[in-house]
C-alpha cells in the first residue's frame, strides 16, 4: 500500500510508496494548483531491505515542514521498523525511533510538540525527537488500531477499528474511548482531521 501525507502551510503532498523499484521512494508535489507540478524525491529508499508486504506511513509537522515516517527493516515478510524524520527536502535524515513491530500509523502534534504512532494495536507518544515515549492507550484484546489522526486543539485521537468495524475516538490521554461511527466495512481505511474547519473525513470501505 501507499501512505501520503498533506502540508497545508506549505501547500505540499507528501507520497510515500515503499515498494516502488524494491526500495521505494518518498515524493513531494504541490496541491495548489492539485496538477502534479512540483514533483520531487526526497527521500530515495525508505525500504532499504526490501520488505514486501512493509508497514506504511508518513506524516508533517506542519509548523516545521519536516516529514516523519515508518521505514520498514528486516526480511522479506518482516513486521518491524524504525521511525525517521527529514527536512521536506529530505536533508538532514535521522532515526527517531527504534526498532519496533507493526507500526501502521503516525499523526503529529505540532502544537505540543508531540509523535503519535500505533504499535501493535496499542497508540504510543513521544517527543518528536523520540523521547519521552509513553503508552496512552494499551492495546484490547479483540479491538485493532489503524489510520492514527489527532485533533491538536480539540486534544483528541480518532482511529478506524476494522475489527470492530467502527471509528472510534478518544482524548490524547487515551480516556473516553468510544465508537463514534459503526457499521464500517471491515476494508475501511483512512482518517483525516480538519480542526479549523470543523470537519473529519474518513473512509467506510470499498
Partial sequence: GQAIAADRVRGTLFSFNPIHDTDGFIVRSNVD???GSGY???????NPDGVAVPPVAIAVDELTGRI????????SASTGSTIRSAAAD??????VMGAGNNRSSL??????GYLYWTENDAIRRSNLDGSNIVTVRA????QTVRDLAVDPFAQ???WIDPTQTSLFRAGTDGSGASAIVTGLATDARGVAVQPLAGA?????GA
Avoid at 68 to 75: E, N, R
Wanted: net charge negative; glycine share 8%; no cysteine.
Fill in 107 to 112: 499523526a503529529i502534534d505540532p502544537i505540543r
Fill in 139 to 142: 492495546a484490547v484484546s479483540g
Fill in 68 to 75: 516523519y515516517w515508518v521505514q520498514p527493516q528486516g526480511a
Fill in 33 to 35: 494548483p492539485f496538477d
Fill in 90 to 95: 529530505g536533508s538532514d535524515n535521522q532515526q
Fill in 156 to 158: 483528541t485521537l480518532y
Fill in 200 to 204: 473529519l473525513y474518513y473512509s467506510s
Fill in 40 to 46: 520531487t524525491e526526497v527521500v530515495a529508499a525508505p
